[in-house]
């Protein structure tokens, strides 16, 4: 990330680092065996790490955060890498990591797709990815273009001001895709049930989307 962003991060609230992602229980993959090793790039506090490991679906951990510092208990986050990951990997053996995370972290970046090249080494065979991106087709998003003329930075969400990137659906696919892995699953999160189902029908369901999630897997040689 350009230097420049950090005083833009010094603004957020504590909220905004330290939730644990605890949504992405259904999607870990089950073909890994528990425990496994996991790394997750934009870690933030390293809530979500502490939770994995606590949990025991994880018996090695780590973290990558530029912007934080790390706040669990101790022995929970294994190694902690305070870098930039866009300039400099973490110090792991290839194929030592069997899960990768990149949740809402990806769209920060100014080049996501070299840097999710850079650290697929990193990942062992077999391997997978959970990857969550906003979404910028949500229909918020769309009425304010269309009707107001809006395009305005908040300080969460979708126009995050620290975002430098935006993703649909295929485009977050390309991006989970980039260095060869397969999607498996992907997952567009919405609150309103009812209106998906309607949408649906017309091909539109992607427009209550907050974001996407998308678990892929590296391919075997």
Known sequence: MADSSTNLYAGKTVEY???ARTEIEPLLP???GIPFR???????????????KNAGYCNWTAGVEPYA??????GSVDQFFKLDIEKTLPDLPPGSIDLMLCLDVLEHLVNPWETIRRLDPLLKPGGFWIISVPNVRNYHILVDLAFKGKFSYTESGILDRTHLRFFTRASAIELAESAGA????QIGTETNRWQKRLLTNFGLGDLLAKQFILVAQKQIA
């Open 38 to 52: 996991a790394l997750e790039i934009g870690c933030s506090e390293g809530h979500t790490l502490e939770w994995l």
């Open 182 to 185: 397969k999607v498996t699953l």
């Open 17 to 19: 680092f330290s939730r």
């Open 30 to 32: 089950k073909g890994l």
């Open 69 to 74: 510092e790390l706040r669990t208990n101790p």
